[in-house]
């Protein structure tokens, strides 16, 4: 596939490349960045038409972001995405344009709180993930979605004093001062009229979540997003029809040709290889020099060394592309088990760090103006946990060996983390 988007892209440029899944978009996404261009790939959104979104935060938080700079960006640009996510409607230019703050700026902090609030962030006690922001006095708190570390904002009255990123994990600031920062909005940035008529659709909708509101259901709900198969586009492969049937046929009637004179390598790198190559042009891409030279192999003419971590190996007649890097793996975040619906109140549970428990129910708990949806359950002693329904990947269904009643544990890590 590498090999077919290398020739393809030699003489002709697209907007828009669309694939099956992440592994094929991170793939395609080499390519285009070894060519020089400016490359975003957008991630794997498979939630389907009505679906409570917030499971899905993480690729929506990306999607917005990915788009934002895509947006910003003037350049030679070529968007990469999922055949599942790019048959949806997503936010377009101008719902993505940003908040700025400039130090020793004035700011009307009742007007900037409506603002962050159409923007899609949710206000919380203590900033902890994307999309979040706090505001105590004259402390703003803001994880903005297009950023890895969150914001702390200091006013002086109605003035800007210093801008800084902080730490989540220790919410301590860090000392470097920053002259200005961009905020992303989620989803859209809606103004008041927009904002009320979104909270009545969301009112309206016949969605199952517990939950209506922007983060749940606000993405089905936005009128003006924008159809990116607008774009001049190129599908690595012919994909089956489904609910979008008319998109599916459109974007198979412009399948990525076969390569003519270039193929994908696959090979061990050795003194052996590149012997045996010697008479073509080889470029060796590895991300330090130490790579390179484990290779034991002596620097001549035909073979170029660029410092780099792109994962590029072809073949033509003339040039060899090789590539010493390996993809990183991603850390396992782990799914629930659990399926809310499925549990009665009564049931038995374990917590991965408080042990056995009793399911109590779910409950709703406003904080800071903000409904949250909490799983409620029972320990020893009377004593409640409540778990955000985000993290339900902690818990499981007890599983007795007899079948008996278990013994509830006591709320407190140390008597569970021993027994396990």
Known sequence: MQARLYEYLQDIQTELII???????????????????????????????????????????????????????????????????????LPGKNNLQNIILKSNSSIKLEKFKEEMLHSGYEFVDIVQDKGEISIRGEIIDIFAINEDQPFRILLFSDEVESIRYFDVNSQK?????????????FLSNLNQDQYNNLQEKIKNFQGQSIISDVNSLGFWCIDNFYDYLNLNFISVKEFQSNDFEEDISKINQNILPQAKYCKNLLSTYNQDFFS????????????????????????????????????????????????????QKNKRI?????????????????HEDYGVAKFLGLEIIVIAGAKKEFVALGYLNNDKLLLPVENLYMIDKYIGVSGGIPLLDKLGKGTFLKLK
């Open 173 to 185: 600031s860090i000392p470097k001062e920053l002259s200005s920062i961009e905020i992303c909005p």
């Open 334 to 350: 782990k799914k629930a088990n659990l399926i809310i619906d499925e549990l009665r109140v009564g049931d038995y549970i374990v």
């Open 276 to 327: 045996f190559h010697k008479d073509k042009n080889i470029i060796v891409l590895a991300k330090n020099e130490v790579l390179f030279r484990a290779l034991n192999i002596e620097h001549s003419q035909n073979i170029t060394l660029k410092i780099c971590d792109l994962r590029l190996n072809l073949i033509t007649k003339e040039k060899l592309i090789v590539s010493l890097n390996k993809k």
């Open 19 to 89: 694939c099956e899944d992440d592994k094929e978009a991170d793939d395609l996404a080499q390519v285009c960045l070894y060519l020089g261009f400016k490359t975003y790939v957008l991630p794997d959104f498979r939630a389907q038409f009505g679906s409570d979104l917030r499971s899905f935060s993480k690729e929506l938080f990306e999607i917005c972001k990915v788009l934002n700079a895509y947006h910003k960006e003037a350049q030679s640009k070529i968007l990469i995405s999922p055949i599942r996510t790019i048959l949806q409607k």
